[in-house]
């Protein structure tokens, strides 16, 4: 008798349920309405709405610091390919967004950056902690374009005209939030309109420095230009030129 071989079961192609919900972990009374010592409220709400995404279910946001800027763990449900569903904690820290520029005068070839002592670099290996840098600054509560005018002529001492938006990136996004807007511009010793130097009521104490372009590129192959938003912009603006000659 002949029988014929048997065949495999056929792949299941159903959609794979969804995991059974959780109840979010409500706040306790009164912590979404109690202001921090910076007197903002509502922190641990951020990310509890969050839909974009069906394979990431937030379940609980808690609020592990609160001081100049905040640390949250929280906690979701994630369905990775195979369909299967786990339980993950993220801590993240939410400093801001923020915007940076470079500043170019083409008919000198230079580039305006600053120098400012950094803990966080000097406590990781850096020298000395003095970084040279391309202007920056937290939006705080001004559009994109307003904060990095207001940076330039704080830290660099220069009004800027028309700007050309780069690109924005997550400098961090393993663990920071931040979203930085990268702009640059044309500069002209005429539109240094004061010594810069940055606030001294917010502790700041920064250097201008006017260096030819050749020799911020030079800074970031021998190493003396180490700040990852400060090499991405040189970099954009050493591609730029080759293929436009100019930013715009």
Do not use: C
Request: zero cysteines.
């Amino acid at each position: 008798m002949t029988t014929s071989p048997s065949q495999p079961p056929s792949p299941d192609t159903s959609p794979t349920p969804p995991r059974p919900l959780r109840p979010l972990r409500p706040s306790a009374p009164g912590e979404r309405d109690r202001p921090d010592g910076r007197g903002r409220t509502g922190l641990d709400t951020v990310g509890r709405d969050l839909e974009g995404n069906p394979d990431v279910v937030v379940r609980d946001v808690e609020v592990t610091s609160d001081g100049w800027h905040v640390l949250r763990r929280t906690t979701f449900d994630v369905r990775g390919r195979d369909g299967t569903w786990t339980t993950q904690q993220r801590e993240t820290y939410d400093r801001g967004n923020g915007a940076t520029i470079l500043l170019v005068d083409p008919a000198r070839d230079t580039v305006l950056l600053t120098r400012q002592f950094r803990f966080p670099a000097y406590v990781n290996d850096h020298p000395d902690g003095m970084l040279v840098e391309a202007a920056a600054g937290l939006l705080d509560e001004d559009d994109p374009e307003t904060a990095i005018r207001r940076e330039a002529s704080e830290e660099l001492g220069v009004e800027v005209g028309a700007l050309t938006h780069v690109f924005d990136a997550y400098m961090s996004p393993g663990s920071v939030t931040e979203r930085v807007h990268f702009y640059a511009a044309e500069y002209s010793p005429a539109d240094r309109t004061s010594a810069g130097g940055g606030v001294a009521d917010e502790g700041e104490e920064i250097e201008v420095l006017e260096l030819p372009f050749a020799e911020a590129l030079a800074m970031v192959d021998d190493g003396r230009i180490v700040d990852g938003k400060t090499i991405m912009m040189l970099q954009w603006a050493a591609l730029r030129r080759l293929t436009t000659g100019g930013l715009g």
